[in-house]
């Protein structure tokens, strides 16, 4: 069974009786972009594709993000690409949030539903198109693939979220899951995006401190994140940008589940600087 998850940005702006009240955070540690930011006027477009909009949510920008950029994007009937990637050596993971899409990649042709799951390879040719009549909407995750003598690119994947299994981590009482697409002993995948599901009252019990770089769309719910010792209020529509050794927690707040994107950087050596 699919996902029903509606969309929760809102493109209008503000009318000007408001107060400029936001939660919006930017640090040299993490960003925090509320869902009430990403207004139309803040969308962009993209060569070859038509009848579409997205937002930039992570962007590999000197002193923030190294590894990968994100777009949250809408698609209107009929719109779409045939010439979606125009960039050598890109790899992307798509998430669908809402409508319906259809994918043809290397021509084989796939329906998408809410909670369909595509991994990309760099040499993968394909297009998306929105062939229904309502609008639709999908997470697109972009990352430059770090390639090794010896290993294999990996293969195209199409799922739902439906359909991978909920991992449940340890000591959590069954309250702290992950879906993941992709198996983590292959190593040939050199990111992972996953979905991490927080039952009501279910915490991340440490501060995690690592080198992998996060990128947060919250899906469901709300929770409450500590990131570098702030405590950040987040709910569904929101973003989090986390750099490399962020200390992090969080737990779930409110009555239903808190579940969010994740993406992570993972199985390759540490590079080092060109001299």
């Known amino acids: 069974m699919n996902p029903k998850r509606l969309p929760v940005r809102k493109g209008e702006v503000p009318p000007q009786s408001t107060l400029l009240d936001s939660r ?38 000197a002193g923030f993000c190294s590894t990968f950029s994100h777009y949250m994007v809408e698609v209107e009937a009929g719109g779409g690409s045939s010439n979606p990637e125009t960039e050598e050596g890109v790899q992307s993971v798509l998430l669908v949030t809402a409508g319906t899409l259809t994918l043809t990649v290397n021509g084989n042709t796939h329906g998408l539903t809410c909670g369909g799951y595509v991994y990309l390879p760099p040499s993968a ?22 390639y090794v003598k010896g290993l294999e690119e990996p293969p195209v994947i199409v799922t739902n979220e439906s359909d991978a299994d909920d991992i449940v981590m340890p000591n959590s009482n069954d309250g702290w899951s992950t879906k993941r697409f992709v198996d983590p002993a292959d190593l040939r995948h050199d990111m992972h995006v996953n979905i991490v599901s927080f039952e009501p009252g279910c915490v991340l019990p440490f501060l995690e401190t ?18 570098n010792q702030d405590w950040v209020e987040v709910e569904a529509g929101d973003y989090m940008w986390l750099r490399a050794y962020c200390p992090q927690a969080c737990y779930a ?13 993972v199985n390759r050596h540490m590079t080092f600087p060109k001299s």
């Open 24 to 61: 919006a955070i930017v640090t040299e540690a993490y960003t925090v972009i509320p869902k009430g930011s990403m207004t139309d006027i803040v969308s962009s477009r993209l060569p070859f594709w038509e009848d579409t909009l997205l937002w930039v949510l992570a962007s590999p920008i």
């Open 210 to 227: 690592h080198v992998m770089e996060h990128g947060l769309y919250v899906l469901e719910g709300k929770g409450i994140y500590n990131l």
């Open 253 to 265: 707040g409110g009555d239903g589940t808190f579940k969010y994107l994740l993406y992570k950087d």
């Open 125 to 146: 040719e394909w297009t998306l198109f929105n062939s229904s009549n309502d609008q639709a909407g999908f997470h697109w995750f972009r990352k430059p693939y770090h």
